[in-house]
């Protein structure tokens, strides 16, 4: 892998572990669903940037908003891992 990869594949079921930054256009309900995949294959440090859709009550440590969309940046911790990995 160079800087970037782009795989066709269901979400739920891709190799991410080596992802030091993950980019998602989702669903709320499908970031949802998504969250303890994330959190149990990413390491910390690891970045998630997500367009529009939040992660519920994982709050981000940073959002900007430009005209009707929101960004939403998490960061994987150890605490978000054992706080929001089992749900
Ligand atoms: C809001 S749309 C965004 C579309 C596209 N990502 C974009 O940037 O324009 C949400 C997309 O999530 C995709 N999606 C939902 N569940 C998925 C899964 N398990 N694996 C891969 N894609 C999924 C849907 O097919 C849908 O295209």
Do not use: C
Not at 29 to 46: A, I, W
């Amino acid at each position: 892998m160079k800087l970037v990869r782009f795989e066709e594949n269901d979400l739920f079921e891709a190799d991410i572990h080596e992802a030091t930054v993950v980019t998602l256009f989702l669903l709320s309900s499908v970031n949802l669903k998504l969250r303890p995949k994330l959190l149990k294959d990413l390491e910390p440090g690891t970045r998630i940037v997500s367009n529009t859709f939040d992660m519920g009550d994982w709050k981000p440590d940073k959002q900007v908003s430009m005209d009707w969309r929101t960004v939403y940046l998490y960061t994987v911790t150890e605490q978000a891992k054992a706080e929001y990995g089992g749900k």
